[in-house]
């Protein structure tokens, strides 16, 4: 008897070492300081919780304990009903920790509000008042993840890269669903939404390759919708750019459209440089040209609407699933051709002179 169950715990033990050999601290021990305050803020909650948590689940046992059926010294009073100073430590003692957690966790929301610029690189370096973040555009597509450097002029799929000890601006959207972007030593996850921009402001400290995903379950690749995040010196950053442009294609309204299709488990690709405008037309979806505007359409509806016309200046759209079939959706058509008789792009326009 004793043999087997000596087995039984050894494989109950390996078991669960094998389950928890694909657990990732860097949750808990992130480098980027955004993501460091997270977790500090998840280890005082924790601790605090605690506090109450354990000498509870103490004196149930205790109780149990004591006063089972056959203790018979354990004090019997049926007629008890009353204690003011247990009461007093019954709600006096979780009042003070739900009191602290919030103070705690109202304090930290506004501090860790992603849309809050930095102001520090790390707990002890102060932000240089010359320091200029690095911007990169994000849009979660069906199922890779498209990053647009407007400053350098570049543009990846499934791979990201940034300095360290530089603050980093992210701003967000999506293609078709909801979903979320999480690199989980930078910062914590933040949702992007199609026709919306959201925003993230973080900084990675240590240099090193980290594990980028899709934390929001957005369809059949959601599983496969991954990437890698560099954190790099300056010059190894400057390489990475140059990399870029000596191996990129050019990302254009037509190469955009193409790589926006459904597809699953992309390789990274490279894009040496990104049509002027492209990422307004992608938060307003109307990258094609043949749809309005979200921004157009609301400036229309804010001047009282298009009237009766409006209905008939529809159109079917298509695209093609991740199966190849064909989809069709009716949209407002747009007003004029991507780019207006002045040589700008629509979305450049200022809405009062919208072409009729």
């Known amino acids: 008897m004793y043999p087997n169950k000596s087995l039984l715990t050894r494989v109950l033990v390996l078991s669960a070492g094998v389950a928890l050999s694909g657990c990732n601290a860097v949750v808990m021990k992130p480098h980027g300081d955004i993501a460091q305050q997270q977790a500090n803020l998840i280890v005082t909650s924790t601790l605090l919780m605690l506090l109450i948590i354990v000498p509870v689940i103490a004196l149930t046992l205790i109780f149990a304990y004591r006063y089972r059926q056959s203790n018979t010294d354990a004090t019997y009073a049926p007629d008890w009903d009353h204690s003011t100073r247990l009461e007093l430590v019954i709600w006096g003692a979780p009042l003070l ?32 008042a010359d320091v200029k973040p690095l911007e990169v555009y994000a849009v979660s597509m069906d199922w890779k993840w498209l990053f647009i450097y407007p400053e350098q002029g570049i543009a990846t799929v499934n791979e990201l890269a940034a300095p360290v000890d530089r603050p980093i601006r992210f701003k967000l959207t999506s293609t078709t669903v909801m979903n979320t972007f999480y690199v989980p030593a930078l910062a914590g996850m933040i949702y992007t939404m199609p ?99 979200a921004s157009q359409m609301m400036a229309i509806d804010a001047a009282g609407g298009a009237g009766k016309g409006g209905v008939a200046a529809t159109m079917r759209s298509t695209w093609r699933d991740l199966n190849g079939e064909r989809r069709e959706r009716q949209v407002v058509a747009a007003l004029c051709t991507p780019t207006n008789l002045q040589g700008l792009p629509l979305e450049a326009l200022p809405y009062d002179v919208l072409p009729n």
């Not at 610029?117 to 002890?124: K, Q, S, T, V």
């Not at 400057?238 to 955009?256: C, I, M, S």
Request: charged letters at 25%; aromatic letters at 10%.
């Open 195 to 293: 026709g919306m921009q959201t925003q993230l402001n973080a900084v990675i400290n240590k240099a090193g390759v980290y594990d980028g995903l899709s934390a929001h379950y957005s369809g059949e690749g959601f599983s496969g919708m991954r990437f890698k995040f560099h954190g790099l010196s300056d010059e190894d950053f400057a390489r990475w750019v140059e990399t870029n442009r000596a191996a990129g294609a050019a990302l254009d309204r037509q190469a955009y459209l193409k790589l926006e299709q459904p597809s699953t488990r992309e390789p990274v690709q490279r894009f040496a440089n990104v049509e002027a405008g492209l990422w307004s037309a992608i938060v307003d979806r109307c990258v094609d040209g043949r749809k309005m505007c």
């Open 97 to 128: 920790i739900i009191i602290a957690l919030g103070a705690i966790t109202w304090i930290s929301t506004h501090k860790l509000d992603p849309f809050r610029p930095l102001d520090r690189i790390a707990a002890d370096k102060p932000l240089p």
